[in-house]
Protein backbone atom coordinates (compact mmCIF):
# COMPACT_ATOMS: atom_id res chain seq x y z
CA UNK A 1 0.00 0.00 0.00
CA UNK A 2 1.27 3.39 -0.97
CA UNK A 3 0.30 6.73 -0.06
CA UNK A 4 1.55 10.02 -1.20
CA UNK A 5 0.94 13.58 -0.05
CA UNK A 6 -0.16 17.06 -1.71
CA UNK A 7 3.19 18.40 -3.31
CA UNK A 8 3.11 21.32 -5.35
CA UNK A 9 6.29 22.43 -4.87
CA UNK A 10 6.97 22.07 -8.76
CA UNK A 11 4.03 24.38 -9.49
CA UNK A 12 4.15 28.28 -9.36
CA UNK A 13 2.06 29.68 -6.78
CA UNK A 14 -1.22 31.27 -7.34
CA UNK A 15 -3.11 34.72 -6.10
CA UNK A 16 -5.98 33.85 -4.40
CA UNK A 17 -8.27 36.62 -3.13
CA UNK A 18 -9.93 37.08 -0.07
CA UNK A 19 -12.56 34.61 0.66
CA UNK A 20 -15.54 34.00 2.67
CA UNK A 21 -15.90 30.70 4.62
CA UNK A 22 -18.16 28.11 3.44
CA UNK A 23 -20.16 26.64 6.04
CA UNK A 24 -20.10 22.73 6.12
CA UNK A 25 -23.39 21.88 7.78
CA UNK A 26 -26.06 19.11 7.73
CA UNK A 27 -28.69 20.22 5.28
CA UNK A 28 -32.57 18.97 5.84
CA UNK A 29 -33.35 17.26 2.51
CA UNK A 30 -36.82 19.01 2.75
CA UNK A 31 -35.02 22.45 2.59
CA UNK A 32 -33.16 22.05 -0.90
CA UNK A 33 -34.62 23.50 -4.34
CA UNK A 34 -33.58 23.22 -7.62
CA UNK A 35 -33.26 26.31 -9.98
CA UNK A 36 -34.39 25.51 -13.08
CA UNK A 37 -32.93 28.38 -14.53
CA UNK A 38 -29.30 26.61 -14.53
CA UNK A 39 -29.67 22.98 -13.45
CA UNK A 40 -30.67 20.12 -15.56
CA UNK A 41 -34.11 18.42 -15.45
CA UNK A 42 -33.69 14.76 -14.57
CA UNK A 43 -34.40 12.51 -17.37
CA UNK A 44 -34.55 8.51 -17.39
CA UNK A 45 -30.69 8.57 -17.53
CA UNK A 46 -30.53 10.48 -14.62
CA UNK A 47 -33.38 9.04 -12.62
CA UNK A 48 -31.14 5.46 -13.61
CA UNK A 49 -28.63 7.15 -11.97
CA UNK A 50 -30.22 8.25 -8.83
CA UNK A 51 -31.80 4.29 -7.82
CA UNK A 52 -28.35 3.04 -8.40
CA UNK A 53 -27.01 5.84 -6.27
CA UNK A 54 -29.35 4.62 -3.57
CA UNK A 55 -29.30 0.34 -3.76
CA UNK A 56 -25.86 1.26 -3.01
CA UNK A 57 -25.84 3.85 -0.67
CA UNK A 58 -22.79 4.47 1.65
CA UNK A 59 -21.67 7.81 3.04
CA UNK A 60 -17.99 6.80 2.19
CA UNK A 61 -19.11 7.11 -1.60
CA UNK A 62 -21.53 10.16 -0.74
CA UNK A 63 -19.82 13.63 -1.11
CA UNK A 64 -21.19 16.57 -0.15
CA UNK A 65 -23.90 18.82 -1.97
CA UNK A 66 -22.47 22.17 -2.64
CA UNK A 67 -25.62 24.85 -2.30
CA UNK A 68 -26.39 28.05 -1.54
CA UNK A 69 -28.62 29.82 0.58
CA UNK A 70 -31.19 31.54 -0.83
CA UNK A 71 -32.28 33.86 2.50
CA UNK A 72 -35.63 31.52 2.98
CA UNK A 73 -34.45 28.68 4.90
CA UNK A 74 -34.30 27.41 1.61
CA UNK A 75 -30.72 26.09 -0.24
CA UNK A 76 -30.82 26.00 -3.83
CA UNK A 77 -28.31 22.91 -5.12
CA UNK A 78 -25.47 23.70 -7.31
CA UNK A 79 -24.06 20.20 -7.34
CA UNK A 80 -25.77 17.38 -6.09
CA UNK A 81 -29.32 17.08 -6.66
CA UNK A 82 -28.89 13.35 -7.92
CA UNK A 83 -27.18 12.34 -4.58
CA UNK A 84 -29.95 14.35 -2.68
CA UNK A 85 -33.10 12.60 -4.42
CA UNK A 86 -31.02 9.42 -3.63
CA UNK A 87 -30.79 9.74 -0.17
CA UNK A 88 -34.22 10.90 -0.04
CA UNK A 89 -34.86 7.50 -1.76
CA UNK A 90 -33.63 6.00 1.05
CA UNK A 91 -35.63 7.58 3.66
CA UNK A 92 -32.94 10.09 5.05
CA UNK A 93 -34.03 13.64 6.00
CA UNK A 94 -30.65 15.62 5.98
CA UNK A 95 -27.43 15.39 3.88
CA UNK A 96 -24.11 16.80 4.37
CA UNK A 97 -23.70 20.21 2.50
CA UNK A 98 -21.05 22.80 1.24
CA UNK A 99 -23.04 26.18 2.08
CA UNK A 100 -21.94 29.29 0.02
CA UNK A 101 -23.39 32.56 -0.18
CA UNK A 102 -24.01 33.65 -4.21
CA UNK A 103 -26.22 34.93 -5.90
CA UNK A 104 -28.30 33.29 -8.50
CA UNK A 105 -25.56 34.25 -11.13
CA UNK A 106 -23.07 33.44 -9.20
CA UNK A 107 -24.28 30.10 -8.74
CA UNK A 108 -25.16 29.51 -12.24
CA UNK A 109 -21.58 30.41 -13.00
CA UNK A 110 -20.64 27.63 -10.34
CA UNK A 111 -22.63 25.11 -11.51
CA UNK A 112 -20.93 25.65 -15.12
CA UNK A 113 -17.33 25.62 -13.57
CA UNK A 114 -17.91 22.64 -11.38
CA UNK A 115 -19.61 20.83 -14.14
CA UNK A 116 -17.00 21.66 -16.70
CA UNK A 117 -13.76 21.08 -15.26
CA UNK A 118 -14.12 17.66 -13.56
CA UNK A 119 -11.27 15.08 -14.47
CA UNK A 120 -12.81 12.14 -15.91
CA UNK A 121 -11.34 8.78 -14.30
CA UNK A 122 -10.13 6.49 -17.19
CA UNK A 123 -11.53 2.51 -17.71
CA UNK A 124 -7.95 1.71 -16.58
CA UNK A 125 -8.40 4.03 -13.09
CA UNK A 126 -11.75 2.48 -12.95
CA UNK A 127 -10.54 -0.62 -13.16
CA UNK A 128 -7.46 -0.09 -10.53
CA UNK A 129 -9.98 1.57 -7.75
CA UNK A 130 -12.58 -1.53 -8.20
CA UNK A 131 -9.97 -4.14 -7.96
CA UNK A 132 -8.22 -2.42 -4.56
CA UNK A 133 -11.90 -2.70 -3.05
CA UNK A 134 -12.07 -6.17 -4.52
CA UNK A 135 -14.95 -5.19 -6.37
CA UNK A 136 -15.88 -8.82 -8.46
CA UNK A 137 -15.79 -7.99 -12.21
CA UNK A 138 -12.36 -6.52 -11.57
CA UNK A 139 -11.10 -9.37 -9.36
CA UNK A 140 -12.46 -11.63 -12.09
CA UNK A 141 -10.89 -9.58 -14.83
CA UNK A 142 -7.32 -9.80 -13.07
CA UNK A 143 -8.15 -13.36 -12.55
CA UNK A 144 -8.68 -14.64 -16.10
CA UNK A 145 -5.94 -12.43 -17.68
CA UNK A 146 -3.45 -13.80 -15.09
CA UNK A 147 -4.57 -17.16 -15.73
CA UNK A 148 -3.90 -16.96 -19.39
CA UNK A 149 -0.42 -15.79 -18.73
CA UNK A 150 -1.05 -12.25 -19.04
CA UNK A 151 -1.13 -8.83 -16.94
CA UNK A 152 -4.24 -7.06 -16.54
CA UNK A 153 -2.57 -3.21 -16.49
CA UNK A 154 -3.74 -0.49 -13.89
CA UNK A 155 -2.24 2.27 -15.35
CA UNK A 156 -1.28 3.69 -19.61
CA UNK A 157 2.14 3.53 -20.80
CA UNK A 158 2.89 4.95 -24.34
CA UNK A 159 2.92 2.40 -26.98
CA UNK A 160 7.36 2.36 -27.51
CA UNK A 161 7.13 1.03 -23.72
CA UNK A 162 4.17 -1.55 -23.76
CA UNK A 163 5.56 -5.14 -23.37
CA UNK A 164 4.20 -8.24 -24.83
CA UNK A 165 1.17 -10.01 -22.48
CA UNK A 166 0.64 -7.17 -21.11
CA UNK A 167 -3.15 -5.74 -21.51
CA UNK A 168 -4.90 -2.47 -21.45
CA UNK A 169 -8.26 -3.14 -22.86
CA UNK A 170 -10.38 -3.10 -20.01
CA UNK A 171 -13.41 -2.20 -21.98
CA UNK A 172 -13.49 -5.30 -23.68
CA UNK A 173 -11.96 -8.04 -21.15
CA UNK A 174 -14.51 -7.06 -18.37
CA UNK A 175 -17.70 -7.03 -21.45
CA UNK A 176 -16.13 -10.50 -22.10
CA UNK A 177 -16.26 -11.29 -18.65
CA UNK A 178 -19.47 -10.56 -17.87
CA UNK A 179 -21.04 -11.93 -20.74
CA UNK A 180 -19.80 -15.31 -19.31
CA UNK A 181 -17.05 -15.99 -21.78
CA UNK A 182 -13.86 -16.59 -19.55
CA UNK A 183 -13.24 -19.76 -21.13
CA UNK A 184 -12.67 -18.27 -24.28
CA UNK A 185 -10.78 -14.79 -23.43
CA UNK A 186 -8.69 -17.47 -21.43
CA UNK A 187 -7.99 -19.39 -24.61
CA UNK A 188 -7.12 -16.51 -27.17
CA UNK A 189 -5.23 -15.24 -24.59
CA UNK A 190 -2.70 -17.74 -23.77
CA UNK A 191 -3.37 -19.08 -27.40
CA UNK A 192 -1.62 -15.63 -28.55
CA UNK A 193 1.08 -15.64 -25.79
CA UNK A 194 2.21 -18.96 -26.99
CA UNK A 195 2.22 -18.44 -30.62
CA UNK A 196 5.15 -16.32 -32.30
CA UNK A 197 2.43 -13.53 -33.25
CA UNK A 198 2.63 -13.40 -29.04
CA UNK A 199 5.78 -11.80 -28.66
CA UNK A 200 4.47 -8.64 -30.18
CA UNK A 201 3.11 -6.19 -28.20
CA UNK A 202 0.87 -4.50 -30.61
CA UNK A 203 -1.47 -7.71 -31.17
CA UNK A 204 -2.71 -7.32 -27.00
CA UNK A 205 -4.42 -4.28 -28.08
CA UNK A 206 -8.39 -3.91 -28.32
CA UNK A 207 -7.98 -3.89 -32.22
CA UNK A 208 -6.57 -7.49 -32.82
CA UNK A 209 -8.25 -9.00 -29.36
CA UNK A 210 -11.89 -8.17 -29.96
CA UNK A 211 -11.65 -9.78 -33.27
CA UNK A 212 -10.06 -12.99 -31.81
CA UNK A 213 -11.67 -13.24 -28.76
CA UNK A 214 -14.92 -13.16 -30.46
CA UNK A 215 -14.25 -15.58 -33.37
CA UNK A 216 -12.67 -18.05 -30.32
CA UNK A 217 -16.38 -17.83 -28.60
CA UNK A 218 -18.34 -17.83 -31.57
CA UNK A 219 -16.65 -21.35 -32.15
CA UNK A 220 -16.60 -22.22 -28.86
CA UNK A 221 -13.09 -23.30 -28.30
CA UNK A 222 -12.03 -23.58 -24.84
CA UNK A 223 -8.20 -24.87 -25.90
CA UNK A 224 -5.40 -22.53 -25.82
CA UNK A 225 -3.15 -24.82 -28.16
CA UNK A 226 -5.96 -25.13 -30.88
CA UNK A 227 -6.02 -20.67 -30.41
CA UNK A 228 -1.48 -21.24 -31.12
CA UNK A 229 -1.36 -23.90 -33.79
CA UNK A 230 -4.03 -21.51 -35.81
CA UNK A 231 -2.36 -18.38 -35.31
CA UNK A 232 1.27 -20.56 -36.17
CA UNK A 233 -0.36 -21.19 -39.33
CA UNK A 234 -1.69 -17.76 -40.16
CA UNK A 235 0.34 -15.28 -38.91
CA UNK A 236 -1.53 -12.18 -37.80
CA UNK A 237 0.94 -9.63 -39.89
CA UNK A 238 -0.55 -11.39 -43.16
CA UNK A 239 -3.90 -11.68 -42.03
CA UNK A 240 -4.03 -7.55 -41.44
CA UNK A 241 -1.85 -7.39 -44.87
CA UNK A 242 -4.75 -9.37 -46.56
CA UNK A 243 -7.68 -7.16 -44.95
CA UNK A 244 -5.94 -4.15 -46.20
CA UNK A 245 -5.85 -5.54 -49.74
CA UNK A 246 -9.47 -6.44 -49.56
CA UNK A 247 -10.52 -2.50 -48.15
CA UNK A 248 -8.79 -1.52 -52.15
CA UNK A 249 -11.99 -3.68 -53.65
CA UNK A 250 -15.00 -1.60 -54.59
CA UNK A 251 -17.13 -3.82 -52.43
CA UNK A 252 -15.17 -3.28 -49.40
CA UNK A 253 -14.37 0.61 -49.26
CA UNK A 254 -17.08 1.30 -46.84
CA UNK A 255 -16.44 -1.91 -44.50
CA UNK A 256 -14.48 -0.91 -41.39
CA UNK A 257 -10.94 -2.31 -41.09
CA UNK A 258 -12.06 -3.84 -37.69
CA UNK A 259 -15.03 -5.70 -39.09
CA UNK A 260 -13.53 -7.31 -41.93
CA UNK A 261 -10.27 -7.97 -39.68
CA UNK A 262 -12.96 -9.65 -37.40
CA UNK A 263 -15.03 -11.41 -40.40
CA UNK A 264 -11.66 -12.61 -41.71
CA UNK A 265 -9.89 -14.01 -38.28
CA UNK A 266 -13.30 -16.00 -37.99
CA UNK A 267 -13.40 -17.35 -41.51
CA UNK A 268 -9.73 -18.59 -41.46
CA UNK A 269 -10.02 -20.38 -38.29
CA UNK A 270 -13.01 -21.76 -39.59
CA UNK A 271 -11.73 -23.06 -42.21
CA UNK A 272 -8.70 -24.41 -40.47
CA UNK A 273 -10.34 -26.12 -37.72
CA UNK A 274 -11.97 -28.06 -40.82
CA UNK A 275 -8.79 -28.67 -42.52
CA UNK A 276 -7.38 -30.30 -39.62
CA UNK A 277 -10.35 -32.62 -38.80
CA UNK A 278 -10.09 -33.85 -41.99
CA UNK A 279 -6.45 -34.53 -42.15
Not at 129 to 151: F, I, K
Not at 167 to 195: P, Y
Request: overall charge neutral; charged content about 20%.
Amino acid sequence: MSYRRIDVSGEERRHCPPLSLPDLQWVPIEALIINEAYQRPIEKRGWQSIRKIADNFDWGRFSPLLVSATGAETFAIIDGQHRAHAAALCGLSEVPALVVDLTEQEQAAAFSWVNGTITALTALQIYRAALTALEPWAVQCEAAVTRAGCQMMTYNKSHKDKQPGEVFCIGLIRSVIEAGHGAHLIAALEGLRGSANGAEAYFYAAGTLKPLIGAVTELGITRSDIVTRFLDDNDLWGIQERVHKLRQLPEFRETPFTKLLADSIRALLKQWQKERAAA
